[in-house]
């Protein structure tokens, strides 16, 4: 006989017995009584508060899963009130799940835009912009963030996809004080990208790490989990650690280093959450390892004893705190030695992170109390790339608009790395290089029409600028042979499109800054052997691009170099670069094995 058998009539029942006769059945585990308790209450009750009964029934429902039902239930509440800002923000997110999102923004909206406490408005302008910003129109995004920000000034969350919106728009500048938002809440709340896109301050950036770290990542449990007793024999278990094992900026680099490691010596694991596919790429990349195992579904602690059980001696993370990031593995140490590598262009601040693959240029001196991870320096460039990349056929210049005798700069760099100051100076570069070009990635409509008007401002034709769509990647790395020069971006340099440009024969100019992102271009450049292309500052690197636009066979010669000279450089001698980065592992997994 079920509790609700022996129970009083329902109908007489208050609100508060209702919930705790209900939550009781719950927690004895009769969900379908509880549910039959509220349908029955409903049904019968004249309680004006019946629409609490069916938002709780709704709420239930979405725990079980049962989505379709939940909707419907918030749906009745409405029905019965209205106003009832909860349900509809609820009926919300029923709405999304299911793929109707334009109908989960007209709900949400009309919470925002009605008499609701401030704090259910701000919930629903916070959806929606969350959803909007998915949906990648960031305009109206920003504009619902900039209204929940003037409700309620102290979000941090909500303070970092505001400034990293801004930056996705060119919209500058991107730290902006409004309302009881300060210029201090804005530069303190940006998440890490955004931080390494706004300035090349490590200090800043080591910051903006350690507050992430401090607000969303679990402490480090008393004891790793990988087991210190039994003694490791045999090869050396290398184990790479990523979301990102497809076509992404590192799942671009890394096919080869999983290649070509030394399998008399080393065994190669994949631990990875990447979402399936039948890509080309991803395939090669799980064909390039010895062990593939996916941790998608997988909670952190279960990902970290698998790791731990697979005996791995390296776990090289390559995702550090970029979107998809799974911190809360590594911060329980399934391996003994654990190294950064290539998806976070700095410090991460990851408790038990300790390594960061680095040379000499990418991480001076000066640099080194700014990282939580000590370096494995490498002898000629800490970034590895891919000599089997696919190139289609050169298209010509007419094909992207581009004028056949003029000097192209080009910079295929995500507009978000795009700054003010850079802006400017590649305003007075095209000023001073008459009839030049400049080529750029059109990742938005807004970026484009703020880089626009951002060059009217400055006096140039906003004609002289001409966006190129996203293509595959093997289009994508043709066309750069159309480019004269690319023009690296500050303080977020090129990491995977400098070395696009370079394999491609196309030479870059970068600005070296103070950070390990801001140096990155100009690891390339050295192991490349065109050190003459860094430099320290933007007026030198203005200088630069002037001089080599004026003198459009400077640049030929500088693609003449690269065509003669280039792929047969250290930057892309990538066997060396895995044995000494292999040197490395084996030095530190012989020490943790002893």
């Known amino acids: 006989m079920s509790i609700a058998a022996v129970q009083p009539p329902i109908a007489g029942l208050q609100l508060p017995e209702l919930l705790q006769r209900a939550n009781g059945l719950q927690q004895a585990g009769q969900i379908d009584d509880a549910l039959a308790l509220y349908d029955d209450w409903i049904a019968n009750s004249g309680s004006p508060l019946r629409h609490v009964a069916a938002f709780n029934r709704g709420t239930l429902l979405n725990a079980l899963g049962r989505i379709e039902a939940a909707e419907a239930s918030y749906r009745d509440a409405l029905t019965l009130r209205p106003d009832f800002a909860h349900a509809r923000l609820n009926l919300g997110h029923q709405l999304e799940q299911r793929g109707a999102r334009q109908e989960a923004l007209a709900e949400w909206a009309a919470v925002s835009d009605s008499g609701a406490a401030p704090e259910l408005r701000v919930h629903a302008l ?4 969350r959803l909007l910003e998915s949906m990648r129109d960031f305009p109206a995004a920003e504009a619902c963030l900039h209204a929940s920000l003037l409700l309620q000034a102290r979000q941090p969350d909500v303070i970092q996809h505001y400034v990293h919106l801004r930056q996705k728009q060119c919209k500058w500048p991107a730290i902006q004080p409004f309302g009881d938002v300060t210029a201090n ?21 080591l910051l903006a790490s350690m507050r992430f770290v401090h607000a969303k990542v679990p402490a480090p449990p008393a004891e790793p989990v990988f087991d210190k007793s039994p003694r490791r024999e045999g090869k050396i278990r290398i184990g790479y650690l990523s979301g990102d094992l497809h076509t992404h900026a590192v799942g671009l680099l890394v096919p080869e280093l999983l290649e070509l490691h030394d399998r008399d010596r080393f ?11 039948n890509q ?66 700095g410090t991460s601040a990851i408790p038990g992170v300790d390594w960061i693959l680095a040379d000499t240029f990418v991480m001076p001196p000066a640099l080194e109390p700014y990282c939580t991870e000590r ?53 007075r ?16 409509d807004a970026a484009r029409e703020n880089m626009q008007r951002a060059a009217e401002a400055a006096g140039i034709d906003p004609s002289r ?43 870059i100019l970068t600005c070296a800054g103070r950070s390990y992102i801001s140096r990155m271009a100009g690891s390339l450049l050295h192991a490349v052997g065109l050190p003459d292309l860094v430099t320290d500052s933007l007026p030198a690197y203005e200088r630069l691009a002037v001089q080599i636009g004026r003198h459009p066979a400077r640049a030929a010669s500088y693609r003449r170099y690269l065509e003669e000279h280039g792929r047969s450089s250290p930057l892309f001698d990538l066997p060396r670069l895995v044995r000494d980065i292999e040197s490395q592992f084996e030095r530190l997994a012989v020490a943790a094995r002893a």
């Open 126 to 129: 916070n959806n929606r912009g």
């Open 429 to 444: 570069i095209l000023g001073q290089v008459p009839g030049s070009v400049l080529w750029l990635l059109a990742d938005n």
């Open 465 to 507: 600028l001409v966006f190129a769509p996203r293509v595959s990647p093997a289009e994508y790395l043709a066309r750069f042979q159309l480019a004269d020069l690319v023009l690296d971006t500050f303080p977020f340099n090129a990491g995977t499109t400098a070395s696009d440009a370079l394999w491609m024969g196309t030479p």
């Open 375 to 427: 370096p494995l320096m490498l002898p000629n460039c800490y970034q590895v790339s891919d000599r089997r990349r696919p190139v289609a056929e050169r298209p010509t210049r007419a094909r992207y608009g581009l004028p056949e005798d003029a000097f192209v700069f080009c910079s295929f760099n995500n507009n978000f790395k795009f700054t003010q100051p850079v802006f400017e100076t590649w305003m």
């Open 267 to 277: 065994e190669v694991w994949g631990f990875c959450w990447t979402p399936e596919s």
């Open 185 to 205: 809440m804005m530069l303190t709340g940006m998440s890490l990208l955004a931080t390494m896109s706004e300035t090349d301050d490590p200090a800043l950036q």
């Open 280 to 345: 080309p790429q991803r395939r090669r990349l799980i064909e390039a390892m010895d062990h593939h195992v996916r941790l998608a579904g997988v909670d952190d602690h279960t990902a970290a004893r698998l790791i731990a059980e697979a005996g791995i001696d390296v776990l090289v993370d390559l995702q550090g705190l970029t979107s998809g990031a799974r911190p809360g593995i590594l911060v329980q140490r399934p391996a003994p030695v654990q190294v950064s590598y290539l998806g976070l262009p």
